[in-house]
Nanobody, 125 residues
Framework: QVQLAESGGGLVQPGGSLRLSCAAS????????MGWYRQPQGPGKERELV?????????NYADSVKGRFTISRDNAKNTVYLQMDSLNPEDTAVYYC?????????????????WGQGTQVTVSS
């Protein structure tokens, strides 16, 4: 089993910045993709991709955060970060970390996805 520990959420004013961290621990084989998703509160609000990053460093961003958010990772620490700048009220949501762990070939290269518990980000004046 892999455990994910998220940190860095909180209350920030519009235009401000926050940095989220997500550290994976436990029985890790090889973490492939890592990413951040968010889910605003309210009926009908679905969880959406914010950004993800491969082990090799290739990144992908939602259009709504391009140019404002930066995802990065430290493979040695099994940690992914999300630097969020120029925050606006529409960024308010619970942010979730997601990682994909891949077992070695001897175990069939099985992929297992893990989710963090979520951290609240509130952008308000």
């Amino acid at each position: 089993q892999v455990q994910l520990a998220e940190s860095g959420g909180g209350l920030v004013q519009p235009g401000g910045s926050l940095r989220l961290s997500c550290a994976a621990s436990g029985r890790i084989f090889s973490i492939d993709a890592m990413g951040w998703y968010r889910q605003p509160q309210g009926p009908g609000k679905e969880r959406e991709l914010v950004a993800d990053i491969t082990r090799g460093g290739s990144t992908n961003y939602a259009d709504s955060v391009k140019g404002r958010f930066t995802i990065s990772r430290d493979n040695a620490k099994n940690t992914v970060y999300l630097q969020m700048d120029s925050l606006n009220p529409e960024d308010t949501a619970v942010y979730y970390c997601k990682v994909r762990d891949v077992s070695p070939a001897i175990y069939g290269r099985a992929e297992t996805v893990y989710w963090g518990q979520g951290t609240q980000v509130t952008v308000s004046s």
